[in-house]
Protein backbone atom coordinates (compact mmCIF):
# COMPACT_ATOMS: atom_id res chain seq x y z
CA UNK A 1 0.00 0.00 0.00
CA UNK A 2 1.63 3.52 -0.86
CA UNK A 3 1.91 5.67 2.04
CA UNK A 4 3.61 9.19 1.94
CA UNK A 5 4.65 11.16 4.59
CA UNK A 6 4.99 14.60 4.68
CA UNK A 7 6.94 16.55 7.17
CA UNK A 8 8.70 19.78 8.23
CA UNK A 9 6.32 21.98 8.16
CA UNK A 10 6.50 25.16 10.95
CA UNK A 11 6.08 28.50 11.91
CA UNK A 12 8.69 30.63 10.44
CA UNK A 13 9.00 34.46 9.78
CA UNK A 14 7.98 35.90 6.59
CA UNK A 15 11.46 36.15 4.39
CA UNK A 16 12.66 32.54 6.28
CA UNK A 17 12.47 29.25 5.05
CA UNK A 18 11.63 25.92 5.58
CA UNK A 19 12.70 22.28 3.96
CA UNK A 20 9.58 20.07 3.26
CA UNK A 21 9.77 16.64 2.98
CA UNK A 22 7.77 13.81 1.43
CA UNK A 23 8.70 10.07 2.34
CA UNK A 24 6.98 7.56 0.24
CA UNK A 25 6.81 3.53 0.68
CA UNK A 26 4.89 1.00 -0.65
CA UNK A 27 6.09 0.44 -4.16
CA UNK A 28 9.01 1.20 -6.58
CA UNK A 29 7.82 4.72 -8.12
CA UNK A 30 10.37 4.84 -10.82
CA UNK A 31 7.01 5.35 -13.40
CA UNK A 32 5.80 7.81 -10.81
CA UNK A 33 5.19 11.96 -10.79
CA UNK A 34 5.63 13.23 -7.70
CA UNK A 35 3.29 16.68 -7.08
CA UNK A 36 3.41 19.24 -4.47
CA UNK A 37 0.52 21.18 -3.39
CA UNK A 38 -1.19 23.43 -0.75
CA UNK A 39 -4.32 24.62 0.16
CA UNK A 40 -4.80 27.39 2.61
CA UNK A 41 -8.41 27.89 4.45
CA UNK A 42 -11.20 28.55 2.24
CA UNK A 43 -9.19 27.89 -0.96
CA UNK A 44 -8.87 25.54 -3.22
CA UNK A 45 -5.77 22.90 -3.19
CA UNK A 46 -3.46 24.62 -5.49
CA UNK A 47 -0.43 23.14 -7.41
CA UNK A 48 2.83 24.18 -6.21
CA UNK A 49 5.90 21.73 -7.77
CA UNK A 50 6.02 18.63 -9.75
CA UNK A 51 8.84 16.16 -10.66
CA UNK A 52 9.07 13.00 -12.55
CA UNK A 53 10.96 10.62 -10.24
CA UNK A 54 13.04 9.06 -13.16
CA UNK A 55 14.56 12.55 -13.54
CA UNK A 56 14.24 15.03 -15.55
CA UNK A 57 13.49 18.84 -14.56
CA UNK A 58 11.20 20.15 -12.30
CA UNK A 59 7.99 21.99 -13.01
CA UNK A 60 6.83 24.92 -10.93
CA UNK A 61 3.48 27.05 -10.50
CA UNK A 62 4.50 30.65 -11.52
CA UNK A 63 4.50 32.31 -8.21
CA UNK A 64 6.82 29.43 -6.65
CA UNK A 65 9.67 29.77 -9.47
CA UNK A 66 12.91 31.19 -7.88
CA UNK A 67 11.54 30.78 -4.02
CA UNK A 68 10.55 26.93 -4.21
CA UNK A 69 13.21 24.12 -5.60
CA UNK A 70 11.99 20.48 -5.50
CA UNK A 71 14.18 17.84 -5.61
CA UNK A 72 14.61 14.15 -5.04
CA UNK A 73 16.70 11.36 -3.45
CA UNK A 74 15.96 7.92 -4.85
CA UNK A 75 18.23 6.31 -2.44
CA UNK A 76 15.77 7.41 0.36
CA UNK A 77 12.15 7.25 -1.63
CA UNK A 78 12.39 11.13 -0.75
CA UNK A 79 11.48 14.19 -2.44
CA UNK A 80 12.20 17.55 -1.03
CA UNK A 81 10.88 21.13 -1.38
CA UNK A 82 12.97 23.46 -0.33
CA UNK A 83 11.16 27.04 0.29
CA UNK A 84 12.84 30.27 0.72
CA UNK A 85 11.83 34.06 0.72
CA UNK A 86 8.19 32.80 2.45
CA UNK A 87 5.53 35.61 2.25
CA UNK A 88 2.08 35.35 4.61
CA UNK A 89 0.37 34.32 1.55
CA UNK A 90 2.25 30.89 1.54
CA UNK A 91 0.79 29.85 4.59
CA UNK A 92 -1.22 26.81 4.09
CA UNK A 93 -0.98 22.86 4.32
CA UNK A 94 1.28 21.30 2.06
CA UNK A 95 0.85 18.25 0.32
CA UNK A 96 2.69 15.83 -1.61
CA UNK A 97 0.89 13.27 -4.17
CA UNK A 98 1.59 10.49 -6.59
CA UNK A 99 0.39 9.73 -9.77
CA UNK A 100 1.80 6.88 -12.31
CA UNK A 101 2.98 8.32 -15.44
CA UNK A 102 5.46 11.17 -16.75
CA UNK A 103 3.41 14.31 -17.18
CA UNK A 104 3.69 16.98 -14.78
CA UNK A 105 0.01 17.23 -14.22
CA UNK A 106 -0.89 20.89 -12.25
CA UNK A 107 -4.64 18.89 -11.50
CA UNK A 108 -4.91 17.67 -8.05
CA UNK A 109 -7.57 15.26 -9.30
CA UNK A 110 -5.08 13.27 -11.31
CA UNK A 111 -2.98 12.22 -8.66
CA UNK A 112 -3.78 8.80 -6.96
CA UNK A 113 -2.38 8.77 -3.42
CA UNK A 114 -1.79 11.63 -0.90
CA UNK A 115 -0.29 12.12 2.20
CA UNK A 116 -1.63 13.66 5.05
CA UNK A 117 -0.10 16.95 4.99
CA UNK A 118 1.80 19.67 7.16
CA UNK A 119 1.44 22.74 8.41
CA UNK A 120 2.94 26.22 6.85
CA UNK A 121 2.73 29.50 8.96
CA UNK A 122 4.44 32.09 8.00
CA UNK A 123 4.19 35.54 10.11
CA UNK A 124 3.81 38.63 8.60
Known amino acids: QVQLVESGGGLVQAGGSLRLSCAASGRTFSSYTIGWFRQAPGKEREFVAAIRWSGGSPYYADSMKGRFTVSRDNAKNTVILQMISLKFEDTAVYYC?????????????????WGQGTQVTVSS
Open 97 to 113: AVRRGAALTTTPERYDY
